[in-house]
């Protein structure tokens, strides 16, 4: 039995944040009705059969889900929606704040017909206050949370991150626990809850280390370090004689220690904390190799030398991750799931749905006729 059997969820969010999450939750079980508009669906779909920029996102994050197309300013699709709400008591919508009480459908609404719902809702600033109506992205939310503070303290200039942290961290992962949180609530009470994620509050509570280097600037003013941030040795990204780059994470001292003798310079060891000084020293060792031999020196050393790899060498490195398949054909996005569960097998893999593809066996099961649906389709409901 897997771990979220019986347990069904309408998705009515699009793009990242809110698919990342309800993906997550389908791997383990649960029953993902995804509903969009019938005239366009969700942007990622449009962005992956894009000819000229072809970026596979939809197909990845949408796997192992169902389809349904409904025009929620239809009457008639507003009340096969309300109508879904007896089988799935559990919402994730991502719109701005507002839509979806336009729509007749917000949560103070839908909980009266639906004690049980638990209503997740993912905005960029949350569901009140001044800013919930502002348009941004990822790079926006870090900007203003501090995130990018870490650049100018290691005297480097901010870049644009490979990785959405506010979107699948500050979104999708705090929405998940979210979610669960309210489910264990409901189990004991009976009725449910909205939950308001907002993902600039997710990205401001994980910078936890810029927190942490306010705190200690307050308290010791000047001598403040986020050695953490790239001003010390210890911790830092080096280039190598190839033009390659690797990381050295040395944060406690036996590893530390264990670098320096490797590197046959143990008159380094006291010198962890040697800040620019010692970072110049370090650099000139590791510009003296290519990658790939200091990545064979470091293999068996417990000192947290790793090399920067790209994404396609990481997929074919399967010596660095915990038995997953990545060398899996990247289609098959089970290889990217980063949980395992012995007691509670992952859902077999199927591809992502085709726009409305579980319209018919969605309507059927609420009682709905084939001429019912061709009636919906033909009054574009669905």
Same mark, same amino acid.
């Given at each position: +039995?897997?771990?979220?059997?019986?347990?069904?969820?309408?998705?009515?969010? +699009?793009?990242?944040?809110?698919? /990342?999450?309800?993906?997550?939750? %389908?791997?383990?079980?649960?029953?993902?009705?995804?509903?969009?508009?019938?005239?366009?669906?969700?942007?990622?779909?449009?962005?992956?059969?894009?000819?000229?920029?072809?970026?596979?996102? =939809?197909?990845?994050?949408?796997?192992?889900?169902?389809? +349904?197309?409904?025009?929620?300013?239809?009457?008639?699709?507003?009340?096969?929606?309300?109508?879904?709400?007896?089988?799935?008591?559990?919402?994730?919508?991502?719109?701005?704040?507002?839509?979806?009480?336009?729509?007749?459908?917000?949560?103070?609404?839908?909980?009266? #017909?639906?004690?049980?719902?638990? /209503?997740?809702? @993912?905005?960029?600033?949350?569901?009140?206050?001044?800013?919930?109506?502002?348009?941004?992205?990822?790079?926006?939310?870090?900007?203003?949370?501090?995130?990018?503070? %870490?650049?100018? #303290?290691?005297?480097?200039?901010?870049?644009?991150?490979? #990785?959405?942290?506010?979107?699948?961290?500050?979104?999708?992962?705090?929405?998940?626990?979210?979610?669960?949180?309210?489910?264990?609530?409901?189990?004991?009470?009976?009725?449910?809850?909205?939950?308001?994620?907002? $993902?600039?509050?997710?990205?401001?509570?994980?910078?936890?280390?810029?927190?942490?280097?306010?705190?200690?600037?307050?308290?010791?003013?000047?001598?403040?370090?986020?050695?953490?941030?790239?001003?010390?040795?210890?911790?830092?990204? /080096?280039?190598?004689?190839?033009?390659?780059?690797?990381?050295?994470?040395?944060?406690?001292?036996?590893?530390?220690?264990?670098?320096?003798?490797?590197?046959?310079?143990?008159?380094?060891?006291?010198?962890?904390?040697?800040?620019?000084?010692?970072?110049?020293?370090?650099?000139?060792?590791?510009?003296?190799?290519?990658?790939?031999?200091?990545?064979? @020196?470091?293999?068996?050393?417990?000192?947290?030398?790793?090399?920067?790899?790209?994404?396609?060498?990481?997929?074919?490195?399967?010596?660095?991750?915990?038995?997953?398949? +990545?060398?899996?054909?990247?289609?098959?996005?089970?290889?990217?799931?980063? =949980?395992? $569960?012995?007691?509670?097998?992952?859902?077999?893999?199927?591809?992502?749905?085709?726009?409305?593809?579980?319209?018919?066996?969605?309507? %059927?099961? @609420?009682?709905?006729?084939?001429?019912?649906?061709?009636?919906?389709?033909?009054?574009?409901?669905?």
């Amino acid at each position: +039995m897997q771990a979220l059997t019986g347990t069904k969820i309408m998705d009515l969010s +699009m793009n990242l944040p809110g698919p /990342y999450m309800t993906w997550l939750l %389908a791997a383990l079980g649960a029953e993902i009705l995804k509903i969009e508009n019938p005239q366009a669906g969700d942007p990622t779909r449009a962005i992956e059969s894009n000819p000229i920029h072809p970026f596979p996102l =939809f197909g990845l994050v949408n796997s192992n889900k169902k389809s +349904m197309t409904l025009n929620l300013k239809h009457a008639a699709a507003k009340k096969i929606f309300i109508k879904l709400l007896s089988k799935y008591d559990i919402l994730v919508e991502g719109f701005r704040p507002g839509v979806m009480e336009k729509l007749g459908l917000g949560y103070d609404i839908l909980r009266k #017909i639906q004690p049980r719902i638990i /209503y997740v809702s @993912i905005s960029g600033f949350g569901q009140s206050g001044p800013s919930r109506l502002k348009a941004a992205h990822d790079l926006n939310y870090q900007a203003i949370t501090g995130c990018f503070h %870490a650049a100018s #303290i290691s005297g480097g200039i901010p870049q644009v991150p490979s #990785i959405p942290i506010a979107d699948l961290a500050g979104g999708s992962l705090f929405g998940l626990f979210g979610l669960l949180a309210a489910v264990i609530q409901r189990e004991r009470t009976g009725v449910g809850q909205q939950v308001d994620i907002s $993902l600039s509050d997710g990205a401001f509570s994980m910078n936890i280390l810029g927190l942490c280097h306010s705190l200690a600037l307050k308290r010791n003013p000047g001598k403040a370090d986020n050695f953490l941030c790239g001003t010390q040795p210890f911790y830092n990204i /080096y280039q190598t004689v190839d033009d390659r780059y690797i990381t050295l994470g040395a944060v406690e001292f036996k590893f530390w220690k264990n670098f320096c003798i490797t590197v046959e310079r143990e008159d380094l060891i006291s010198r962890q904390f040697g800040g620019a000084p010692v970072i110049e020293i370090v650099s000139k060792i590791f510009r003296t190799r290519p990658l790939s031999d200091w990545s064979q @020196i470091f293999e068996n050393v417990d000192a947290c030398v790793e090399p920067i790899l790209s994404t396609e060498e990481a997929m074919t490195s399967s010596t660095r991750f915990q038995a997953t398949s +990545m060398q899996n054909e990247i289609g098959d996005s089970s290889s990217l799931l980063p =949980f395992r $569960l012995p007691g509670s097998p992952l859902k077999e893999y199927s591809p992502a749905p085709e726009l409305g593809q579980h319209n018919v066996q969605t309507l %059927a099961g @609420i009682g709905f006729s084939n001429k019912n649906i061709e009636d919906l389709k033909t009054q574009g409901a669905i």
